[in-house]
């Protein structure tokens, strides 16, 4: 079984401590593991066993539409976040600054953590960061708001044949972390895929 593979996501903000790239399967016959009906049910041959986090019906907390939801809490930042199939760290550019990373097979959804040198300040840094990924990535900036202590970035990039586009958020915390949400996917795919969970995540971010 042949897997189509490709990166989704030079990540380009704050959060975006360096680029954040995901590896995954975009064949209807990928070789993975999917969360169907509260199980882990295995589509092709994959390598890695059968993921230990519990699955579907475990979700904390649901919305009106009934889409479930897991919390994501450290000392000085909290959000929820969709309760997807976690992205194996194996294939994140930098484990160690992502905080998790999860995905449907159509959205990808990502939280980073960068500390702020002590010699600059969040809105220096941030813009600083994006300018550097944007000239490196030739990415194309659709929208872009840094202020003192958030952030926001939507922009879109190619790689090879492919068309990504990503919403960015940052936010600086009163422990000089910078933590970052993104959501990233095929352009083609954004707007259905991605769009419509982005207000219920970032409404839920609480910064300490």
Known sequence: MKNKIFIVGVVLVLIFVAVVAIRFFLSGDEDTWICQNGRWVKHGSPREPMPKTSCGEQGEETN????????YKADDFEVKYPY???????????PEKTKLAVT????????TAILIPTNTNFKDYT???AQEQIAKTKSKVIAQ????NTAYMEGELTMGNTALYSVSYGYMTSKRQSYGVAFISEKSLFESACRPIINEVVESVKIK
Request: proline share 0%; net charge neutral.
């Open 64 to 71: 009106k539409g009934g889409a479930r939801y897991e919390v």
């Open 84 to 94: 997807w199939q976690n992205i194996d760290k194996k294939n994140l550019l930098d």
């Open 104 to 111: 449907d097979g159509g959205c990808n959804f990502i939280i």
């Open 127 to 129: 813009q600083k960061i």
């Open 145 to 148: 708001d840094i202020k003192d």
